[in-house]
């Protein structure tokens, strides 16, 4: 049985060390089919440092992302809704993590558990992650197509993908779809190399 986590998260700033999570949206998807969409506004644990900038990102306030509900009580609900789909206690029944960058959201996924002293975040994740930027790097290899960066905004662009920018759960669905026409395409090219037929 296959079980993925999509993750995204928006953040006050880019050192997990001491900047916090203000968005954490995520999908389940077991076999292919959505069966759980998380969408959560966390507000910074005290004492988190909250750049200006990234607020200018995320097109957020100070007082507004005070007023969201607080770390413990989100990561209790998120790991309530884990525990529906895993079992904590079995090691090869866990989420394998899925996104775009994603080892920068884990990142900060793991602090945010490392800051309220819960040592199971491992309890419900494998020890690695599908990064769809790993396959844009076999795409930019096999296309030869070079882009003025490899963003998630970039790529979305290059591929007509609608994206809001800096809304995690926009970006988990332009990443999903991102992933499936890179897949698409590889799929088609290795074909190609091997005497098959192109994939359209």
């Not at 949206?25 to 759980?36: C, L, Y």
């Not at 200006?52 to 607080?70: D, H, R, S, V, Y």
């Not at 309530?80 to 080892?103: E, M, Q, S, T």
């Not at 960066?149 to 800096?166: D, Q, S, V």
């Amino acid at each position: 049985m296959k079980k993925i986590f999509w993750l995204d998260t928006e953040t006050t700033g880019v050192d997990c060390n001491k900047h916090a999570i203000i968005q954490l949206s995520a999908q389940i998807e077991i076999d292919d089919t959505v069966r759980h969409v998380i969408n959560m506004r966390i507000q910074p644990f005290p004492g988190a440092e909250i750049s200006p900038q990234a607020l200018e990102i995320n097109g957020m306030t100070e007082e507004e992302i005070q007023a969201f509900t607080p770390l413990d009580s989100s990561l209790k609900t998120l790991k309530n809704i884990l525990k529906r789909y895993v079992n904590k206690f079995n090691r090869d029944d866990k989420f394998v993590i899925a996104g775009y960058n994603v080892g920068f959201d884990t990142n900060f996924l793991r602090a945010a558990f490392d800051y309220i002293n819960d040592p199971y975040y491992g309890s419900w994740f494998f020890p690695c992650n599908r990064d769809v930027m790993t396959y844009v790097a076999d795409y930019i290899t096999l296309s030869g197509v070079r882009l003025k960066n490899y963003r998630l905004e970039t790529m979305c662009e290059h591929f007509g993908i609608e994206l809001k920018a800096h809304d995690a759960m926009s970006d988990i669905e332009a990443t999903k779809q991102l992933y499936e026409v890179i897949q698409k395409y590889l799929i088609g090219a290795r074909s190609l190399e091997n005497g098959g037929y192109s994939v359209n």
